[in-house]
C-alpha cells in the first residue's frame, strides 16, 4: 500500500457512514481526492429503476470534498462543511459504481473552498456536480494512528 | 408495528400512479417503506392532517464523524431532499417522484446522535418545476441543524 493509499484508508476508516456505504479513496493528490461507492441495490431511491439515491451521491461528494481539503493540510484537523450545492445533470445508472472527484481550489485561514463531480466512468460526462465550502479548524479532528 | 417497518406491498409507480388516479393524498408511510434508501437511513414518515413531518431515527450507521460524534453531512443532506420530495409529491400528487434539479444545504449545527425531524415548505408549486424549502431539526424546532433549499422537477402532463 502506497502512503498516499494508506492515508485515504486512514481518513475513511473509522466514519460508520461512509463504511456502511462501501466508501473508499481511490486516489489522492495535492488538494485532490477520487472515492468511489460501489452499486448496491439497498441504497437505490427506487427499486424499479435500481437507481442509487440523490443521499448516496450527496454523501459521496461531501466525504471527497473533505478529503481533498485533509490532503491539501497533510493533517487530520476538524473540518465542518457550510454549505454544499449539487446540481443533478443526469440520474445515475443502476447497477455501475459511482466516482466522485473534489478540488480544494482555495484555502484560507479559515474557509476551504471545494469544487467537484459524480460520475460513472466520464469526469467530462458528470452525474452531478457539487460546490462546497468548509469551515477549517472546528473541533472533532482526529490525530493520525500513532501521533501523540 | 410501526410504518417503517412496513413491508412495502405495491411499488413505488402503482403507490403514485393509483393516487394521482384518484385525486387522493399518496400513502406517505407506505410511499417511504418502499423507498430502499430511506429504509435504509431510518426515515419514516408521520402526517397529522396536512402536517407532515419526517423522522430519521438515529443509528450508529449514520455517523460521519465520530470523535464529536456528529451525523455524517450527506445523511443530513439526503434526509433533507427525502424530506423535501415527500412534501412535493403530496402537494402536487403528480403521479411520479419529482426528480431533482439542485439543493443547496446549509448545515447550521452538527447533528447529534439523537432523532432528527424534517419539515418541507413548498414557496413555489409550478407546472414543472417546484421550488421547496426544507429544515431538519432535533430537540429544538426552533434550532434546525440543516435546511435544503431545493427545485424539483415535475413531468409534464398529458
Known amino acids: ?148 | 408495528m410501526s410504518a417503517g417497518d412496513r413491508l412495502p406491498a405495491r411499488p413505488l409507480s402503482q403507490i403514485l400512479g393509483d393516487a394521482a388516479r384518484t385525486g387522493s393524498r399518496p400513502d406517505l408511510a407506505e410511499l417511504i417503506a418502499a423507498i430502499p434508501y430511506a429504509r435504509y437511513l431510518g426515515i419514516v414518515v408521520e402526517r397529522k392532517g396536512t402536517e407532515i413531518t419526517t423522522v430519521l431515527r438515529f443509528g450508529q450507521h449514520l455517523i460521519g464523524n465520530p470523535v464529536l460524534p456528529a451525523l455524517h453531512g450527506g445523511v443530513v443532506g439526503g434526509f433533507l431532499e427525502t424530506t423535501a420530495i415527500m412534501q412535493v409529491v403530496f402537494e402536487a400528487n403528480a403521479g411520479v417522484m419529482p426528480k431533482p434539479v439542485d439543493i443547496n444545504i446549509d448545515y447550521l449545527r452538527s447533528g447529534r446522535p439523537v432523532d432528527t425531524y424534517g419539515r418541507a415548505v413548498i414557496t413555489k408549486l409550478g407546472r414543472r418545476v417546484v421550488n421547496v424549502h426544507a429544515e431538519a431539526w432535533q430537540e429544538e424546532h426552533d434550532r434546525p441543524i440543516a435546511t435544503l433549499r431545493g427545485h424539483f422537477l415535475l413531468p409534464i402532463g398529458d
Open chain 1, 1 to 148: 500500500m502506497s502512503s498516499t493509499e494508506a492515508f485515504g484508508a486512514q481518513l475513511l476508516a473509522g466514519i460508520p457512514h461512509a463504511e456502511g456505504l462501501g466508501m473508499a479513496v481511490v486516489e489522492i493528490g495535492n488538494g485532490t481526492a477520487v472515492a468511489r461507492v460501489p452499486y448496491a441495490a439497498h441504497l437505490s431511491g427506487d427499486p424499479e429503476t435500481g437507481v442509487l439515491h440523490g443521499g448516496v451521491i450527496t454523501s459521496l461528494l461531501d466525504n471527497t470534498a473533505g478529503i481533498a481539503i485533509q490532503s491539501r493540510l497533510r493533517a487530520f484537523g476538524g473540518i465542518a462543511t457550510l454549505d454544499l450545492r449539487i446540481d443533478y445533470m443526469r440520474p445515475a445508472t443502476a447497477g455501475e459504481d459511482i466516482y466522485a472527484f473534489a478540488e480544494c481550489y482555495r484555502m484560507t485561514k479559515t474557509v476551504a473552498f471545494v469544487r467537484g463531480v459524480a460520475y460513472h466512468t466520464d469526469r467530462n460526462d458528470p452525474i452531478a456536480a457539487v460546490s462546497a465550502a468548509f469551515m477549517l479548524g472546528t473541533g472533532g479532528g482526529r490525530k493520525p494512528d500513532g501521533a501523540p
